[in-house]
């Protein structure tokens, strides 16, 4: 396994959206291997393909102390309710920022063995899979604010 370049914005690739994975073979069980090592060398709790520079719909999330989750070709399908939080990215170092993301979340996805994955999530995962999936459709959290002066500096990151 080996950790990847995390690309930083304005790289193009975090804005190009991600084509779904067709066949879950060995390159995809590697290019997650690398996502997993890659984000443990991180600061972060979540990384995109693309951030990796490969436009392929694929997301793992790592919330301390839970286990590993591994979407492929997620799908947020439900949100309920709103909550204003606190957001970083590892592609936007050192910045985070307050932004309005919805409360619970019902995704549905692939996991790595390729079988279906329907999950409800709260909290920090949820907000996770929100920012993921973003990434997924080119979407930064950065979009969401009304102008930069809003980003504030600091160390942590998704
Ligand atoms: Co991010």
Same mark, same amino acid.
């Given at each position: $396994?080996?950790?990847?370049?995390?690309?930083? /914005?304005?790289?193009? =690739?975090?804005?190009?959206?991600?084509? &779904?994975? *067709? /066949?879950?073979?060995?390159?995809?069980?590697?290019?997650?291997? /690398? $996502?997993?090592?890659?984000?443990?060398? +991180?600061?972060?709790?979540?990384?995109?393909?693309?951030?990796?520079?490969?436009?392929?719909?694929?997301?793992?999330?790592?919330i301390p102390d839970e286990e590993l989750m =591994?979407?492929?070709?997620?799908?947020?399908?439900?949100? *309920?309710?709103?909550? $204003?939080?606190?957001?970083?990215?590892l592609s936007i170092p050192g910045y985070q920022?307050?932004?309005?993301?919805?409360?619970?979340?019902?995704? &549905?996805?692939?996991?790595?063995?390729?079988?279906?994955?329907?999950? &409800?999530? +709260?909290?920090?995962?949820?907000?996770?899979?929100?920012?993921?999936?973003?990434?997924?459709?080119?979407?930064?959290?950065?979009?969401?604010?009304?102008? $930069? +002066?809003?980003?504030?500096?600091?160390?942590?990151?998704?």
């Amino acid at each position: $396994m080996s950790v990847l370049k995390i690309r930083i /914005n304005p790289d193009p =690739v975090l804005r190009k959206k991600a084509l &779904k994975v *067709t /066949n879950i073979d060995e390159s995809v069980c590697r290019l997650i291997d /690398n $996502m997993v090592e890659t984000l443990r060398a +991180s600061s972060g709790v979540g990384l995109a393909a693309n951030q990796v520079g490969v436009p392929l719909r694929i997301v793992i999330i790592q919330i301390p102390d839970e286990e590993l989750m =591994v979407l492929i070709n997620p799908e947020i399908i439900e949100t *309920t309710g709103e909550r $204003m939080v606190v957001e970083g990215c590892l592609s936007i170092p050192g910045y985070q920022a307050e932004i309005c993301r919805a409360e619970i979340v019902k995704v &549905k996805a692939k996991g790595r063995d390729g079988k279906l994955i329907r999950r &409800k999530a +709260s909290d920090l995962l949820a907000q996770a899979i929100q920012h993921e999936v973003d990434h997924l459709n080119g979407v930064l959290y950065i979009d969401y604010l009304d102008d $930069m +002066s809003q980003l504030v500096k600091t160390a942590a990151g998704f």
